[in-house]
């Protein structure tokens, strides 16, 4: 009777660990500089960019710092990742979701008109984030972006 229950408590410790990592969602908070050589970046004339990520369910704040077409650039936007409406510096409106694993973010430029879509992912060991920068109009090109942990 006592290996069973022993048994029935460490089953039960396994499947809450497993539950628990299925059902959180990837933490990007960190460090994060573009591989460049490992991206597609669409024409896109970006030649560096860091971004400082911290994320606290469920919001999602980031600083990027970037060297795009010899002009240097910074940004930082806070959204949520509940699905619940934002409003962007630019004063677009910006709405992220979890898709599984993939975080999706939604913009919406202030004039109403469609701005893009962007998928990020990190891989299982924490070291690698991907996003995939969809824009809706014309101006841009789709971009595949791979990040390395620093």
């Known amino acids: ?25 990837p933490d ?18 970006i030649t560096e960019l860091v971004a400082q990520i911290q994320y606290k369910d469920p919001e999602f704040k980031y600083t990027a710092k970037a060297a795009v077409g010899g002009q240097a650039f910074e940004e930082t936007e806070t959204f949520r990742t509940d699905g619940k409406p934002s ?14 694993m993939a975080l999706v973010v939604e913009v919406t430029a202030p004039d109403g008109s ?21 824009p809706k109009g014309e101006q841009d090109q789709p971009r595949h972006e791979v990040y390395d942990k620093q």
């Open 87 to 100: 409003q962007d510096s630019r004063g677009g409106s910006m709405t992220a979701h979890w898709d599984g």
């Open 28 to 45: 990007f908070t960190g460090t994060w500089k573009l591989n460049v050589e490992k991206s597609d970046l669409g024409g896109a004339p």
């Open 114 to 134: 469609p701005g893009y879509t962007s998928r990020m992912t990190l891989s299982e060991d924490g070291k690698t984030a991907t996003r995939d920068y969809l």
């Open 1 to 25: 009777m006592k290996a069973l229950r022993k048994l029935f408590l460490i089953s039960s410790a396994v499947l809450g660990v497993v539950a628990l990592s299925a059902s959180s969602k």
